[in-house]
């Protein structure tokens, strides 16, 4: 445990780290639903956090867990073209779907990802708020400077949303699949 600890100790006191996450309750609000598939879902929210990550200057390349799709979606393609539009200029210069097991950075979005869904199967009563994962997941909302993500939460530097919310008046410490940077 001591380990993630650190993993996260380390990521969220980097001054460039950045934690956008978006959380669906599908009985609530389903995406997949919404937009057709579980791809389109996927590129869909992806585009949404990703627009909400990047500011100007800046050009970034996406780092994205893959996500098996049939041969003609074209995420890579799709998700750089509607951001870039989106934006009204060039932002997003390349993307790039690995296996998380390949890249620090997507292993790190995994794990602070894991922590903040582990709060909802905690309020769900499908988890356990004692348990060793119920330990770190406090420790990545400490991190983030949140008491809970239930209701979802957001910083200029980090954001939990939840997909399909309706908008709240967001306080300013506390109110979005995950990026890391």
Known sequence: MSSYLEVVDTAMTATTSNYFCFVADRQKADPVQRFGSHWEAYTKLAEQLVVATVKPPELITVLADNYSTPDEVLFEQALRANVNRRLRRL??????RLDSRSADGLQIADLLTSAIALEFRINAGLAKATSPKATLAAHVRQH???GSCLGGWRTTEHSVAIYGAEPTERQPSLTSTSTSA
């Open 144 to 146: 983030l400077g949140a």
């Open 91 to 96: 932002a997003v210069v390349s993307v790039c």
